[in-house]
């Protein structure tokens, strides 16, 4: 049950150079790793196209009715492993990422280890940062679902298309000041504040949750 009201867009990987906008830059990291894809929670069945959104994200935003919207439901079946999702949810992008085994053994390892967790600015398990189910309490450490806005001053942080930086500790960057997120987006090395911040949200299914 797609929500009707979102009129987001979408950006693969494969689309040509011309995003004009900071989210979206193209520096060179592996293609392989990860796709990219802007996306309208209405419209999940468009994943994967080769569309070029950006400059329609860049200059219109999100309607006002897009705006007004308290939930959004998102159907996470088409996105793979090592892949990542931007939706738009209250005029904020929100970033769901589809993390692999490597992405969650490396932000546990912090968890695991005393001196690495302490050194965090803001001090947050990797397991904190993700849901259990609804359905039988199962855990999904796989999706890491995140507002995607820098806590510092509001940039958004790349990260999400594959060819993005991803900083220093290979989650995500933001190119405003230098602030360098984890692979669970915790802050680990500039002037951001804190984490980014994971909005409220619920499994309604395995592949399908309720943002707001
Ligand atoms: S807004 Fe992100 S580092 Fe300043």
Same mark, same amino acid.
């Given at each position: ?7 987001? +867009? ?10 004009? /906008? ?11 790793? !990860? ?11 468009? &994943?994967?196209?080769?569309? &070029? ?11 006002? =009715? ?16 090592? /892949? ?5 949810? !209250? ?14 053994? #490396? +932000? @546990?390892?912090? =968890?695991? =280890? ?7 600015? =803001? ?5 904190? @940062? &993700? ?17 995607? &806005? ?35 987006? @915790? *802050? @680990? ?14 499994? #309604?299914?395995?592949?399908? *949750?309720?943002?707001?």
């Amino acid at each position: 049950m797609g929500n009707p009201h979102s009129h987001g +867009a979408q950006c693969s990987h494969d689309a040509p150079q011309k995003h004009g /906008q900071e989210e979206c830059p193209d520096n060179g990291h592996d293609e392989s790793k !990860r796709d990219f894809i802007f996306i309208s929670a209405a419209s999940m069945a468009a &994943v994967g196209t080769g569309v &070029v959104a950006w400059p329609f994200v860049a200059t219109l935003g999100p309607a006002k =009715d897009t705006l007004a919207l308290s939930t959004t439901e998102i159907d996470l079946s088409p996105i793979q492993e090592g /892949q990542a999702v931007t939706v738009m949810w !209250r005029g904020k992008p929100v970033f769901i990422r589809r993390r692999t085994a490597q992405d969650i053994e #490396l +932000a @546990r390892k912090v =968890d695991g =280890d005393a001196t690495a967790f302490n050194s965090l600015r =803001d001090k947050q398990k990797d397991t904190d @940062r &993700v849901k259990q189910s609804t359905f039988g309490g199962k855990e999904m450490p796989q999706w890491l679902v995140m507002v995607g &806005v820098c806590t510092h001053l509001g940039c958004v942080p790349m990260g999400q298309k594959p060819t993005d930086m991803r900083g220093d500790f290979d989650g995500w960057f933001c190119p405003c000041h230098g602030s360098h997120y984890d692979s669970a987006g @915790r *802050i @680990r090395k500039g002037p951001a504040p804190h984490n980014l911040a994971v909005p409220t949200y619920t499994f #309604l299914s395995e592949n399908r *949750i309720r943002i707001g």
